[in-house]
C-alpha cells in the first residue's frame, strides 16, 4: 500500500526515477482496486461507472510511473507512445518496463536502489 500512495503523491511528477518494485505494486494495487470494483458493479447491477471514474482518477499517477520506470531503465518517457502500435508495441513496454535498472546515476536522476 506505501507504494501505492507514493506514487499518488508523486502523481504529476514525471522527472525522476521508478524502481520495477514501485512500478509493478503500483500495478497490482491499481488491478486488485478496478476487478473489487468490477464486482461491485456487477453484484450491484449498475453499469462501468466506478470503474470509469476510477480509471480517469488514476490516468496521470500511472502515465508518471511509467515515464519514470523507463527513465529508470535509460529511455525516454516518450517511449510509452510505443505501445501505440498494435500488439508489438505492447509487449516493447512490457519488456522495458521489466527490465532491471541502469545500476549508476544516469541523465534521468540517481539510482534509486541507492537510497532503499
Not at 503523491?9 to 509493478?24: D, L, P, T
Not at 470494483?37 to 500511472?62: H, N, Q, R
Not at 510511473?65 to 518517457?77: A, E, I, K, N, P
Request: hydrophobic share 50%.
Amino acid at each position: 500500500m506505501d507504494w501505492y500512495l507514493k506514487v499518488l503523491k508523486n502523481y504529476v511528477g514525471f522527472s525522476g526515477r521508478a524502481r520495477r518494485k514501485e512500478y509493478w505494486m503500483f500495478v497490482l494495487f491499481n488491478l486488485i482496486v478496478s476487478a473489487g470494483l468490477v464486482i461491485l458493479e456487477f453484484l450491484l447491477d449498475i453499469k462501468s461507472v466506478l470503474t470509469v471514474i476510477y480509471s480517469l482518477a488514476i490516468l496521470l499517477p500511472s502515465l508518471a510511473v511509467t515515464f519514470r520506470r523507463l527513465h529508470d531503465t535509460g529511455r525516454s518517457g516518450w517511449w510509452i507512445l510505443i505501445s501505440l502500435i498494435p500488439f508489438v508495441g505492447g509487449i516493447v513496454l512490457l519488456v522495458f518496463d521489466c527490465l532491471d535498472s541502469e545500476p549508476n546515476d544516469n541523465q534521468y536522476g540517481p539510482n534509486p536502489k541507492q537510497f532503499a
